[in-house]
């Protein structure tokens, strides 16, 4: 037998082993594919199942949410609403005041605006509630804080979370009331009069437009009271206000942006100014510590600290300034009331430079009427982010909910402040220290009247109130009563023949203001 079927034979045999092992193993591969994919297959629908019970469940808490919101809203008056998106739509920066009073007067002290499905506005006038509000609201907006941010960096004034903000905020009023405060009064005469040469020298006609005059005293108090004489001399002081004021004009439209605009080209030049004028607060604080004693710097970390003051404070400071300006003009006779009270403050103080404002119930009275008729803002926002709010009526505003104090509505309430509450009274402030018959004679003479505390009225808001209540306002009211100290020694303030003696209160980047500003002229004394 030939030797080659035998060897054919094994290479068959061979061959078909070797099919059989490799279908064994495509079988088992194949299985093994089959098993990996029904394995995916079912971690893939359990990822989908878990995806969307967790989604629905997060729609379901959401649409609970609103619900809740729209059930506990339900007791508190307002106007019907218009459609599902409320009267977002009707409201303007420029007209929610009116829209407020007459709510109020239709629907009683404390009213609710719905702004959409979701956000809640409740407005409240009531002073007795108000105080309430205020100390149990500590929150504000997250828009607020945003819009700020983006422009200044981090700062604990506009911080939506009071529990966050809380202990620098503490830090900040004491600083703010001690040793800045002392500062305050002791910025020499010659500066406010440079001032006022300076923007005299630059007026062709010798009228000065009452804002811009009141923006350039601002700035100078609050820079150099802040950073001390050697922001008088910083050259960049002129650029570095040009800057502040551009930015604040764009801050709450750029903040108003859920998602930040980076494909913008004007935001990245909004970002530009804004580092910028970060740089420029570095240098001059560097400056600042290298060249005085400015301890009390180091509590304004980081720069958004100090930033935001300079910001928040010149345009406030500004509006007051313009504001009382314009109401000195307008009444003269308590003009030369102030100016006698100067002249006696002047015999019994320590230092030349030292202005006693205490010893001038007049002048302050007159501060505090003109932050009465003319608050820095029309509303006081706060909110509170996680709790309800109980009131002692049994109103319940819901968590998240807008609150608003309409300031401007309470400070002119006739209920309040009388008959005259429109009009421009400082001796509401004052109370005389002899019994006389005529109330307006009373206050003649130096001795004659003795300053009201200001907090015994409830419905005297121009700073707010509470746990975010204006940290400057001592340094607001002692910088500028000593700041009118001075002018209304050496300057005379008349009112431009021809210009507007009645402005009106109007809305200018976001502050509260008399337009058009009327222009005025500062007559030396004798």
């Known amino acids: 037998m030939s030797k080659f079927p035998i060897i054919h034979h094994h290479c068959t ?29 079912r971690q893939l629908n359990a990822i989908s199942w878990v995806s969307l019970i967790t989604v629905t469940a997060f729609l379901l808490v959401k649409l609970s949410n609103i619900f809740g919101l729209w059930i506990k809203a339900r007791p508190i008056p307002g106007p019907p609403s218009p459609s599902f998106y409320g009267h977002g739509h009707l409201i303007t920066r420029s007209n929610l005041t009116d829209i407020l009073y007459k709510c109020h007067k239709k629907y009683g002290r404390v009213v609710k605006l719905w702004l959409g499905p979701t956000q809640l506005l409740v407005s409240i006038e009531d002073s007795e509630l108000i105080k309430e509000v ?30 966050k903000v809380e202990h620098q905020r503490k830090l900040l009023e004491v600083k703010l009331g001690g040793t800045l405060l002392e500062r305050a009064s002791l910025i020499p005469d010659k500066i406010f009069c440079s001032i ?27 820079g150099s009271t ?59 604080a560097k400056e600042c510590r290298q060249n005085c004693n400015a301890e009390f710097l180091w509590a304004f970390e980081p720069c958004g600290e100090l930033i935001s003051l300079m910001f928040h404070g010149s345009l406030t400071m500004a509006a007051l300034i313009a504001n009382i300006l314009t109401r000195l003009v307008t009444h003269l006779d308590i003009q030369d009331e102030i100016y006698s009270e100067v002249v006696m403050a002047q015999k019994v103080r320590r230092k030349t430079y030292e202005q006693n404002v205490e010893g001038m119930p007049k002048l302050l009275a007159t501060v505090y009427e003109s932050a009465r008729l ?69 206050l003649k003479g130096f001795d004659s009247c003795a300053m ?6 409830e419905a005297f808001l121009p700073f707010g109130y509470g746990a975010r209540a204006c940290i400057g306002q001592k340094l607001a009211v002692r910088g500028i009563s000593s700041l009118f ?42």
């Open 452 to 457: 009201k505390e200001p907090n015994e009225f």
């Open 374 to 442: 003319l608050p820095a803002g029309p509303l006081l926002q706060r909110c509170s982010l996680h709790h309800d709010l109980n009131l002692k009526n049994g109103t319940v505003i819901p968590a998240g909910a807008i609150i608003v104090v309409p300031v401007q509505l309470v400070q002119s309430n006739t209920e309040t402040w009388g008959k005259d509450a429109d009009k421009f009274n400082p001796y509401r402030f004052v109370l005389p220290t002899e019994p006389i018959s005529d109330k307006k004679e009373s």
């Open 485 to 526: 100290a001075v002018l209304l020694g050496q300057y005379e303030i008349r009112l431009q023949s021809g210009s507007e003696s009645n402005p009106k209160p109007t809305m200018n980047n976001y502050i509260l203001e008399l337009l058009p500003s009327p222009k005025i002229v500062f007559i030396k004394r004798k």
């Open 196 to 222: 006022i040469e300076r923007a005299q020298n630059e007026t062709t006609k010798g009228g000065i437009e009452c804002e811009t005059i009141s923006l350039s005293l601002a700035f100078s108090i609050l």
């Open 13 to 41: 045999c061979l061959f078909e082993a070797e099919q059989s092992i490799l279908s064994l193993s495509l079988n088992r591969c194949s299985s093994a594919a089959s098993m990996a994919a029904s394995f995916f297959e």
């Open 134 to 163: 205020l100390w149990k609201a500590e929150d504000k907006l997250p828009l607020t804080g945003r819009a700020f941010r983006l422009a200044f960096g981090k700062s604990s004034l506009f911080i939506s979370s009071f529990d």
């Open 226 to 284: 802040i950073f001390g004489d050697v922001f008088l001399s910083w050259p960049k002081a002129t650029v570095y206000k040009e800057l502040l004021m551009k930015i604040a004009k764009d801050a709450c439209f750029w903040g108003s942006y859920s998602v930040t605009p980076f494909w913008k080209q004007e935001f990245w030049r909004y970002q530009d100014s804004c580092t910028r004028l970060k740089f420029l607060t570095e240098e001059l």
